[in-house]
Each structure stands twice: as C-alpha cells, then as structure tokens.
C-alpha cells in the first residue's frame, strides 16, 4: 500500500517509455540482420569455413572449370551416398586447379573462387532472397586464360626436375601455363575412398608437391634479376644504354672491389679490356657492370622499382602468391640494404634477393609491354545459369618505365638470346624464324649443391605475344637446362600449338 505522499508514475508514460525500448530494440536486431544478411553477405559466402558453403559442397555439383577453349578441367562425380565429388582432367593442372575435398577442404582455384563454384557468391540483394528460395544456388562455371595443350607441355618439359614454369601474354596478362613439378593426383585427395591415403603419402613427401612452385614457392634468381636491375637503372635516369663504367674492363681479371668484396665474372676472355654498355653487359651477363649500376643507381631506387612490379607485397592475382624480395629490409642503408656487398651482390641477383617465378615473369612482361605491366590473371568469366555470364578483362599494374626505356632493354634481352657471344648463354632459348628476347640465370646457393637453373624472355621481340619464366632446381647452368625447355614451349605456342 501506497503513503499518503507516494507520487504514482503515470501509466502512459511507462507504456510509452516501454515502447521506445522495444522499438530501438527491434530496430538494432533488424540492422543487424540486413548487415549481415545482405551487406556482409558476399563476405560469409566466400568464406571457405561458412555452414551453408561446406553444405553445398556435400550436395551441390560444383561449377564447371574449363581451358580457353571449352576442354572440362575440374568435373563433378556422385558417390554411393549420392554425394558430389570432383574429378579433374589429369595431374598437370593439380597446382592449378587444385582440389576439393569433403575431408581435407580446397586448394587452388577451388579454394580461391569456393564460393562462386558452389553458387553462392552473388549480389548481396540476389543472395539475400536466394535463402528463401527452394534453390537458392546458382554454381558459376568458370573460364580460365589457360591452355590445357601448353599446361601438358610444360609439365612435361620439366619431367623428373622440380621447377616451375609460368607462360603469360604480356598485352593482356592472361596466364598461359602455370606449370609446378611434381604434379599429385588431385581426383584421388577429391575421392572419399582414396582420400586418406593420398593426402597422407604427399604430406610425408620431400619433394614437396603439394608446393605451388610457380606461384608460392620462393627462389634466388641469379642473373634473370639484372632485368630489374636495368629497370630501375634506366627508369630513375642513373644510366643510359650507352653508360660504361672506366672501372669495368681492369676488373675483369682480378674482380671489382666492393668495400673488402670482389665481384668477379667469367667472361674476360671474349671481352677483353673492352668496356662494355647496357646491351652488351646483358649479353654476356656482365655481374662487374650490373653491380656497379646498382651502386650508382641506388638502393633506394632499386627497391622502388622492383615494388613497382609486385615485390614486397602478395601479387594481385586468382592464386596466394609468396612476396618477392630484394633485400630483407633489415640494414640502415637506403633501401634496407646492410652495405654496398649486399646491394652489389643484390644487383646481379644474389645477396638476400628471393623471387618467385610468377614475379620473375611479371619483370620480363613489363619490358615487353613497352614499360606497362599488365595484372596477370586466370579466369576470363565466371558463367551462371541464373546470373548468366560475367567477364572479366585486362586491368593495368601501371606504367613501370618508358617505352624508350622498355625498347633498350628489349635490345638488350634480344642480344643474350642472338647476339654472337649470346648464344653461349642462352642455347636453345631461340625460336626459330623468330626474333627472341630473354636472359639466363644461374642461381648459386651458396653450399655444395648445384645451382638452380632460370630463364626469362619473350618471343617475338618486336611485338611480343607471349612472356616465359622457367626455373629448374639445382640442374646447372641457366642455358643448359632452363633457356632450351623456354625455346621450345615458345616455338609450341607461337607455332600453334597452345
């Protein structure tokens, strides 16, 4: 019972103050269901780990993969449970395409595009009313850039060596070929029955082929890296193609002296006291010249332009790629070398420089774009039954340096692959009837093993169509092994056979 002087607390005041409550309450519930419902929708479809994605994946046929010319890369099986399951076109494509499996989840393209496969990648509106519908999932097929026909030849041009091959057209930045060795079997990890023991036998493998070489696995390039070195030489005005260094030609025979270091070369026999320019250093993979255009161009400059082309960073791509590097970044000069032996060595491709061989191909595709680097891409277009067809085109990296600039060093590359001296480094690198440009590398690695063997290039160089990058682990020299395989896959290609 109420005291006589007990204020009582109107009725409709607290109805009303109950009211605002719940209305501010419903309020926040219905925003945050159409934020995560239609905002952040595509987010949780494209999540690999999202409930409706890993169910779709036990009932739904996934979209189709295929080459550029309709061949079904990645095709869908039932098993006795009336499960889906994939299958895939052969080994060559595994790093690729990667697998799909119930047990061991996604890799490759089907990890990357999961959800777009499944049919669950949209517009988030399309999406949102989709979860009401009976048949809410719409797989995309997907298109990709690359050939079935040159992916087979590459795989098969490594054989037994591991190593990696990319193969790219530098107008468009389509991906040819993205070959990795060793290949696996990804239909036996996607098969439920042979799942276990597949996956289980490549985990304990030294060879480490679950390892996507081309794009994740990480390299030192040797002297495939005077490309950019040239490119930052050139781009930031430190040379000209027509600078020689007085120092060069005496230091052929006793090596360049680099603060207690000596950078010694292999060629002074053929050259003898002659001082050499941009293309004739390139020809003979001159180490003395290329350190000393690092040192004069810069540390700070060198880093800069590489960053330019993808180093330091994941490159812009449909796969995870590993970060290229020219140095650690760990020493107080500019550019975070440690002193002028670090950035010398780093200027003929050793030192702390690591690569990938996607990256490398990038390097090459910007000289033969005349100085523009194109993204490099795999898929062309994503198809739907209900959201039809979506394609995807070219986009631009920006320009690097250049067209003057990409011309001199296109000279330059054409003269390690034809010129008379050349030759000796880049055997078989040529394409017959063709004008071909590229560089060989030799990779040391600093112990008792042999060196990893590379070659970039392009054909043909006055218009070029088609970029390569090859490098063989630890097979030798880059023009014994790499610049012959590279020579051959261009001739398939711009012969017709890609």
Request: aromatic share 6%; proline share 5%; glycine share 12%.
């Given at each position: 019972?109420?005291?006589?002087?007990?204020?009582?607390?109107?009725?409709?005041?607290?109805?009303?103050?109950?009211?605002?409550?719940?209305?501010?309450?419903?309020?926040?519930?219905?925003?945050?269901?159409?934020?995560?419902?239609?905002?952040?929708?595509?987010?949780?479809?494209?999540?690999?780990?999202?409930?409706?994605?890993?169910?779709?994946?036990?009932?739904?046929?996934?979209?189709?993969?295929?080459?550029?010319?309709?061949?079904?890369?990645?095709?869908?099986?039932?098993?006795?449970?009336?499960?889906?399951?994939?299958?895939?076109?052969?080994?060559?494509?595994?790093?690729?395409?990667?697998?799909?499996?119930?047990?061991?989840?996604?890799?490759?393209?089907?990890?990357?595009?999961?959800?777009?496969?499944?049919?669950?990648?949209?517009?988030?509106?399309?999406?949102?009313?989709?979860?009401?519908?009976?048949?809410?999932?719409?797989?995309?097929?997907?298109?990709?850039?690359?050939?079935?026909?040159?992916?087979?030849?590459?795989?098969?041009?490594?054989?037994?060596?591991?190593g990696a091959i990319v193969m790219l057209d530098p107008k468009t930045g389509e991906v040819l070929a993205l070959a990795s060795t060793p290949t696996y079997d990804a239909s036996a990890i996607a098969n439920p029955d042979t799942a276990k023991a597949t996956f289980e036998g490549l985990q304990g493998s030294a060879d480490q082929p679950l390892l996507p070489r081309a794009t994740l696995g990480r390299y030192v390039p040797g002297s495939v890296f005077k490309i950019v070195t040239a490119v930052a030489g050139l781009g930031s005005k430190s040379i000209t193609p027509d600078t020689t260094?007085?120092?060069?030609?005496?230091?052929?025979?006793?090596?360049?002296?680099?603060?207690?270091?000596?950078?010694?070369?292999?060629?002074?026999?053929?050259?003898?006291?002659?001082?050499?320019?941009?293309?004739?250093?390139?020809?003979?993979?001159?180490?003395?010249?290329?350190?000393?255009?690092?040192?004069?161009?810069?540390?700070?400059?060198?880093?800069?332009?590489?960053?330019?082309?993808?180093?330091?960073?994941?490159?812009?791509?449909?796969?995870?790629?590993?970060?290229?590097?020219?140095?650690?970044?760990?020493?107080?000069?500019?550019?975070?070398?440690?002193?002028?032996?670090?950035?010398?060595?780093?200027?003929?491709?050793?030192?702390?420089?690591?690569?990938?061989?996607?990256?490398?191909?990038?390097?090459?595709?910007?000289?033969?774009?005349?100085?523009?680097?194109?993204?490099?891409?795999?898929?062309?277009?994503?198809?739907?039954?209900?959201?039809?067809?979506?394609?995807?085109?070219?986009?631009?990296?920006?320009?690097?340096?250049?067209?003057?600039?990409?011309?001199?060093?296109?000279?330059?590359?054409?003269?390690?692959?034809?010129?008379?001296?050349?030759?000796?480094?880049?055997?078989?690198?040529?394409?017959?009837?063709?004008?071909?440009?590229?560089?060989?590398?030799?990779?040391?690695?600093?112990?008792?093993?042999?060196?990893?063997?590379?070659?970039?290039?392009?054909?043909?160089?006055?218009?070029?169509?088609?970029?390569?990058?090859?490098?063989?682990?630890?097979?030798?020299?880059?023009?014994?092994?790499?610049?012959?395989?590279?020579?051959?896959?261009?001739?398939?290609?711009?012969?017709?056979?890609?």
């Open positions: 019972m109420l005291g006589a002087g007990a204020a009582r607390r109107p009725l409709g005041r607290t109805t009303v103050h109950v009211a605002i409550v719940l209305s501010v309450a419903f309020g926040l519930l219905a925003a945050a269901a159409g934020y995560w419902g239609v905002v952040k929708a595509p987010d949780l479809a494209d999540s690999p780990n999202d409930a409706a994605v890993i169910a779709a994946g036990r009932t739904v046929p996934r979209g189709l993969i295929r080459d550029r010319t309709g061949k079904v890369l990645a095709d869908n099986k039932r098993d006795a449970n009336g499960e889906s399951y994939r299958v895939y076109a052969g080994r060559q494509i595994s790093q690729v395409v990667g697998y799909a499996s119930a047990t061991y989840g996604r890799a490759g393209l089907e990890r990357s595009f999961d959800a777009e496969l499944t049919g669950l990648a949209g517009d988030p509106v399309s999406d949102a009313f989709a979860k009401f519908g009976a048949d809410r999932y719409d797989p995309k097929d997907l298109t990709l850039s690359l050939s079935w026909d040159l992916q087979k030849a590459a795989v098969a041009a490594l054989g037994k060596h591991r260094f007085k120092q060069q030609p005496a230091a052929e025979k006793n090596g360049l002296l680099v603060d207690g270091y000596r950078v010694r070369d292999g060629h002074h026999p053929v050259t003898g006291s002659k001082a050499l320019d941009l293309t004739g250093a390139t020809e003979v993979s001159c180490n003395i010249y290329y350190a000393l255009t690092g040192l004069r161009t810069g540390g700070a400059n060198l880093v800069s332009y590489a960053e330019r082309m993808g180093f330091d960073a994941a490159l812009p791509f449909d796969l995870p790629t590993a970060a290229s590097q020219v140095t650690n970044g760990q020493g107080k000069q500019p550019g975070g070398f440690t002193d002028d032996v670090e950035l010398a060595n780093a200027s003929y491709g050793q030192a702390e420089t690591f690569v990938t061989p996607l990256q490398m191909a990038l390097v090459a595709s910007t000289v033969a774009n005349d100085g523009e680097l194109m993204q490099p891409r795999l898929v062309t277009s994503m198809t739907g039954k209900r959201s039809g067809t979506r394609t995807i085109g070219p986009k631009s990296m920006g320009r690097i340096i250049s067209a003057t600039d990409a011309q001199s060093i296109n000279t330059a590359m054409v003269a390690a692959v034809e010129g008379n001296l050349g030759q000796q480094f880049t055997s078989g690198a040529k394409v017959p009837g063709i004008t071909t440009a590229g560089k060989s590398g030799t990779a040391q690695l600093g112990g008792t093993g042999e060196p990893h063997s590379w070659f970039i290039g392009f054909a043909p160089a006055e218009n070029p169509t088609v970029v390569i990058a090859v490098i063989v682990e630890q097979a030798g020299r880059g023009g014994e092994i790499a610049a012959p395989i590279a020579g051959d896959l261009m001739t398939l290609y711009l012969k017709g056979g890609g």
